[in-house]
């Protein structure tokens, strides 16, 4: 690892400029190929996906996105002259648009049902040529513009759908914006100079922008959902800016110990370097773990998520020297270098609030440590009412016209009519058909069903489908019960004595299915995860208590996270007010994502502590001491790396997308209960109270495992010297390496 710092710094233009081109080749491939992301939550097997199946192979017309245009009138009906006129006008412009297929609305003879029994609400249907998320944004947009248009003064319009909301205005870039201005100012303030704080965010820049212009060429070879960039942003920038903060960090402090700006670049990346490369990995197991589910959509994520984590690391090694080296002494702020240069080089000491708090630690572990269970106890409480289903335009916020289209459809029509199932099979025989028109005679006798349509047949007669709207909404556990009843009662009693086999699909069928799959799959995943993550910190620290400390803890930080998600997102505590509509079920594939994600982070900070405590171990022999001063030499710069992050996290909300803004304040309160509460209260409170144990590993096992170090190797070999030495030898040992006492001596 130094090798490579002193290789970058001495030839500092190489990895500069081999950067920028990797940034600009992957940015223009980006732009020339376009984007190709594809939201497919269908899962192969399950009853949805083979209604899905079905229904596109015998209908292929039905291809395409529908979205609704819903109009009211506040006084009089739909039906008047006036509003018949404009409304008519306006759906004949919207079937003339690029890429709409057909227009289907209230005013003709199949059209009686689109309008409400008060005669104050209808709705059109608009289908498109393709999918939603194939459909050119700017072709979305005249839709939306166009049926907009048709607004007067008691006659409103709103639009529902997928389509739809690829035509609304978004946030922008506000929220990379704003997180990136905020964690400058925080390390301006941390650093004091204005170079050596620009570099962190230049460096997750480069590396984040190569990434995600590398997500966008991922997805023309395999699925990858339109939030997977942002996604990998919102890491790659929380990420990015910390690794290269904790070595802009330990390069300052070689500096102020008097060596050049080369060899304090190489021993910030042979040190703190080897914790950035460590953490990364434990990130990427985290989220390459996702793999093990065999989805397709959760494969595309986690490759996206892994790449712009691997970018980011890659850049904190290598551009990041490169870059110190242009700086040079202004790493540090004036007045350090004013300092340096009337003193000379002087040790950089814990003090202050980070040594005082390191030494209440060591005083009082069993409090603190009692304090911080009770803390994580009561935000995972929420957990227990998770509610994994979905979440739909009916959770858009208040303004958007998304969530006032579905509002008049659920007043007009029911609740079900946002989220219909659609009831799929095959057809032999006029006996099918019979039983498909008893069907739906049964289906309109069913609790929780509105209505039935009749049966509709493909073109070559052998395929049917009906579509029964819900009495209840497409989140409602109402609907849930309903597909299930369909499936366990209603349908097997249709379908004996005939060839039918009739599948429920819809979007809650679907998200339920999705739900079920990666419910039973999460154990697995779980294991494999935190199993993976304890194998790695075993061989870097060869020690048992510290992966077992560190799987609890991540369990913790997690658990307390989707209490807080489920407090917010699902029981709507404050949704409203953030602008991210009510509150509604989770998603089902956010558990696994976030799981992912925020175990992989949570191993960040106890690499970035725990390492430090282990090269004092090594040098020392003395465990408290070993706690005390990771924890007063690593606090502050944890401290200040968690208030990056959870700014950049935060500052995703700004977004306004339900999924992007639950990501960032689960992200956000992750970093902050694992640097706050975790990694600088309950760790080392757990540390103090083990003692020695904390480091026992058995010998046998020892000497099976492979060494994989995370302290430079003078601290090695500190550690073999006391590893082979009597007890008698080690007093001796540790008196010829002793140096002069500073305030790191104090005990507590």
Not at 15 to 34: D, E, I, T
Not at 210 to 223: D, E, F, K, Q, S
Not at 459 to 469: E, I, M, N, Q, S
């Amino acid at each position: 690892m130094a090798a490579l710092a002193r290789w970058c710094v001495q030839r500092r233009l190489i990895p500069v400029l081999l950067w920028l081109l990797a940034l600009g080749g992957v940015a223009a491939g980006a732009l020339a190929s376009g984007s190709a992301y594809s939201n497919d939550y269908d899962v192969p097997g399950t009853e949805s996906g083979r209604a899905a199946e079905l229904l596109h192979e015998g209908f292929p017309g039905l291809g395409g996105d529908s979205d609704n245009v819903v109009w009211h009138t506040s006084s009089g009906s739909v039906r008047d002259t006036g509003v018949e006129q404009t409304m008519t006008r306006t759906l004949d412009r919207i079937e003339r648009l690029p890429g709409v297929a057909a227009v289907s609305g209230p005013y003709d003879d199949e059209g009686a049902g689109r309008v409400s029994q008060d005669g104050r609400t209808a709705y059109a249907t608009v289908t498109f040529d393709d999918r939603a998320e194939d459909i050119d944004t700017g072709e979305a947009a005249a839709v939306v513009e166009t049926a907009k248009a048709a607004e007067a003064d008691g006659l409103q319009v709103e639009l529902s759908g997928g389509t739809v909301e690829l035509g609304e205005a978004t946030g922008g870039h506000t929220a990379e914006i704003v997180g990136v201005l905020v964690a400058t100012v925080v390390l301006l303030l941390a650093f004091g100079s204005p170079a050596a704080a620009l570099l962190p965010i230049a460096t997750a820049l480069v590396s984040v922008g190569t990434a995600y212009a590398g997500i966008v060429l991922l997805g023309h070879v395999m699925t990858v959902a339109d939030f997977a960039p942002m996604l990998g942003m919102l890491i790659g920038l929380g990420v990015g800016i910390d690794y290269a903060l904790f070595i802009v960090t330990r390069h300052r402090r070689g500096l102020k110990r008097g060596l050049t700006v080369t060899e304090a670049a190489g021993n910030a990346v042979a040190t703190t370097g080897r914790a950035v490369v460590f953490a990364g990995a434990t990130v990427c197991i985290a989220l390459l773990g996702m793999l093990i589910l065999r989805l397709n959509f959760l494969n595309g994520v986690a490759i996206a998520a892994a790449l712009t984590v691997v970018l980011t690391v890659a850049a904190s090694i290598t551009l990041l020297p490169a870059l110190l080296s242009f700086i040079g002494m202004r790493a540090l702020s004036r007045r350090e270098r004013r300092r340096l240069a009337e003193h000379g080089p002087e040790p950089e000491v814990p003090t202050g609030f980070a040594a005082r708090w390191s030494a209440f630690v060591e005083r009082h572990p069993k409090l603190l440590g009692a304090v911080a269970v009770v803390v994580m106890t009561v935000l995972t409480l929420p957990t227990f009412s998770l509610h994994l289903g979905t979440s739909d335009q009916g959770n858009d916020p208040k303004a958007s016209t998304t969530r006032q289209a579905y509002d008049l459809l659920a007043d007009g029509f029911g609740p079900g009519v946002n989220g219909p199932l659609t009831l799929v099979t095959e057809v032999d025989d006029a006996g099918d058909r019979l039983a498909l028109d008893n069907l739906g005679t049964t289906l309109r006798d069913t609790d929780g069903v509105a209505s039935v349509s009749p049966a509709t047949y493909g073109p070559g007669g052998d395929t049917a489908y009906l579509t029964v709207v819900p009495d209840s909404s497409p989140q409602s556990e109402r609907t849930s019960d309903l597909v299930d009843r369909l499936r366990s009662d209603v349908l097997p009693r249709t379908e004996s004595g005939t060839s039918l086999d009739v599948h429920v699909g819809g979007v809650t069928a679907g998200y339920d299915d999705f739900a079920d799959v990666i419910v039973s799959k999460l154990p697995l995943f779980v294991g494999v995860v935190i199993g993976l993550g304890c194998l790695l910190l075993l061989l870097g620290f060869r020690s048992l208590a510290i992966p077992l400390k560190a799987a609890a803890m991540n369990v913790a930080a997690v658990a307390a996270t989707f209490g807080v998600i489920v407090a917010i997102f699902q029981w709507g505590w404050g949704s409203e007010m953030l602008g991210l509509g009510s509150g509604g079920p989770i998603e089902p594939f956010l558990p696994v994502i976030m799981v992912s994600v925020l175990f992989g982070l949570s191993m960040d900070y106890q690499v970035f502590l725990v390492s430090r405590m282990h090269e004092e171990w090594l040098e020392t022999g003395d465990n408290r001491r070993a706690v005390r001063v990771g924890l007063a030499e690593t606090s502050r710069v944890i401290n200040s790396a968690a208030v990056i992050m959870i700014s950049v996290f935060l500052a995703f909300v700004l977004t306004g997308d339900r999924v992007i803004a639950m990501f960032g304040i689960a992200l956000a309160v992750a970093v902050a209960l694992d640097a706050f509460v975790l990694r600088t209260l309950l760790v080392p409170a757990l540390m103090h109270l083990l003692g020695g144990a904390n480091w026992w590993l058995p010998r046998r096992l020892d000497r099976v495992l492979p060494r994989i170090s995370i302290e430079p190797p003078e601290a090695r070999a500190t550690h073999e010297r006391l590893a082979a030495a009597t007890d008698a030898e080690v007093a001796c040992v540790l008196a010829e390496e002793e140096r002069g006492r500073d305030v790191r001596d104090t005990t507590g």
